[in-house]
Every structure is written in C-alpha cells, then in structure tokens.
C-alpha cells in the first residue's frame, strides 16, 4: 500500500472518532453518582412513609 493511500486511511480513521472522550475514570464516577442519588432517595421515601405512620426514627 503507498504511503499516501495509508496516510489518507488514518486521517479517515481519525475524523471518525466521537466528538466527546469520556473516560473510563468518568464513567465509573458517573455511575457512582447515580447509585448515590438512587440510595438517597429510596431512603427519604422510607423515612416520609415511616414519618407519615407516625413513627419517628431521630
């Protein structure tokens, strides 16, 4: 293969790339987040349910 067709293949390569890198550090603080707010808020509903019942926890 001549030099240029391989130089044009990369640059094709290298236009396709996404716009946005996110990291593998991102996503795992990403899903982290998540959970998080996932836990948080299963919590307050047992709390306000438990609060509504009448009893109190703190």
Avoid: C, W
């Avoid at 996404?18 to 990291?23: A, L, Q, R, V």
């Amino acid at each position: 293969m001549s030099e240029s067709r391989r130089n044009r293949r990369k640059n094709e390569r290298k236009k396709h790339q996404p716009k946005s890198n996110i990291t593998k550090k991102d996503k795992i603080i990403a899903f982290v987040v998540i959970v998080l707010i996932f836990v948080i808020a299963a919590i307050a509903a047992v709390y306000y349910s438990l609060h509504k019942s009448g009893l109190t926890l703190f």
